[in-house]
């Protein structure tokens, strides 16, 4: 079993809606990071929280400390959104734990 | 925020010769560098860490004289792959923090693929 599991791996949306994508992880952490990869492959961080929510732009990530899981919420989705969607878990050492990736495809 | 920037984006090499990749982070000071994998449809997977000036530490499975890598100074690492072979072919990701940082910085990658 991964120390970090997302849901769903496949995802296609319609422009417009709304989505959500479930981060759950097994390993005591200290920052939750949710990452952006286009095809191509170049990585963006989109967020790093340790607690509650944070809001940027049309993207809101929450995480849940003691159920030990998070969501990314996209609101009005757009097909620029599509990429691959991944959820990673830091320790104090620093040490990442990568779920799969959710790949998004998002249908003008 | 914080660029890291790789080069080259995209290599392809023949088998049995040497491949450098270079990984900078261009407007901050790196303190530990980090050096992943990832195969098509897989998640990254840590290669190995770097600190500047001493050496790398690397992952369970990752042999070192392989994967020379190289973090001479606060900007710069280096991946150096040695007598590469088809397998090798992957995506390779570096991604830097500062000091007391929990944030990483992720490079572009760099594609290689070896014939």
């Known amino acids: 079993k991964n120390e970090v599991e997302q849901s769903p791996q496949n995802l296609t949306a319609q422009e417009g809606e709304f989505i959500t994508i479930n981060c759950s992880y097994s390993?005591?952490?200290?920052?939750l990071h949710w990452l952006q990869q286009h095809p191509g492959g170049g990585i963006v961080s989109l967020f790093m929280?340790?607690?509650g929510k944070k809001k940027h732009g049309r993207l809101i990530a929450t995480i849940n400390i003691q159920e030990k899981h998070s969501s990314l919420h996209i609101t009005a989705s757009h097909p620029r959104d599509s990429a691959v969607y991944i959820c990673?878990?830091?320790?104090?050492?620093?040490?990442?734990?990568f779920g799969t990736g959710t790949s998004l495809t998002v249908i003008p | 925020g914080a660029v890291v920037s790789q080069h080259p984006s995209r290599v392809i090499c023949k088998s049995g010769t040497s491949v450098k990749i270079e990984c900078r982070s261009l407007?901050?000071?790196?303190?530990?560098m980090f050096w992943y994998r990832q195969f098509p449809k897989q998640s990254l997977m840590l290669m190995a860490t770097s600190n500047e000036g001493s050496k790398a530490t690397y992952e369970q499975g990752v042999e070192k004289d392989k994967f020379l890598i190289n973090h001479a100074s606060l900007t710069l690492s280096t991946l150096t792959v040695t007598s590469a072979h088809p397998e090798d072919s992957s995506f390779y990701i570096c991604s830097a923090r500062y000091h007391a940082s929990y944030e990483q910085y992720f490079g572009p990658g760099t594609r290689l693929t070896v014939t």
């Open positions: 929280l340790s607690s």
């Open positions: 407007d901050f000071q790196a303190t530990t």
């Open positions: 390993v005591g952490i200290s920052a």
């Open positions: 990673a878990a830091s320790n104090t050492g620093n040490q990442f734990y």
